[in-house]
């Protein structure tokens, strides 16, 4: 079996968010060109500044 216990009490919650999962289940790609300024703003706004992993 690939699922440990922990993977199986996920997977009701990983299958409720699929629906949710927009880009993945759309028939057209997205573009990221476009969509680009939205999330970089957000990245802006939440990740300010130089990371240092």
Same mark, same amino acid.
Not at 6 to 14: A, I, N, R, T
Not at 23 to 49: F, M
């Given at each position: 079996?690939?699922?440990?216990?922990?993977? +199986?009490?996920?997977?009701?919650?990983?299958? +409720?968010?699929?629906?949710?999962?927009? *880009?993945?289940?759309?028939?057209?790609?997205?573009?990221? +060109?476009?969509?680009?300024? *939205? *999330?970089?703003?957000?990245?802006?706004? *939440?990740?300010?500044?130089?990371?240092?992993?």
């Amino acid at each position: 079996q690939l699922m440990s216990e922990d993977d +199986e009490e996920l997977l009701d919650w990983v299958l +409720e968010f699929n629906k949710f999962d927009l *880009y993945t289940k759309a028939d057209v790609r997205p573009d990221v +060109e476009k969509l680009w300024p *939205y *999330y970089q703003a957000l990245i802006d706004k *939440y990740l300010p500044g130089k990371l240092s992993w």
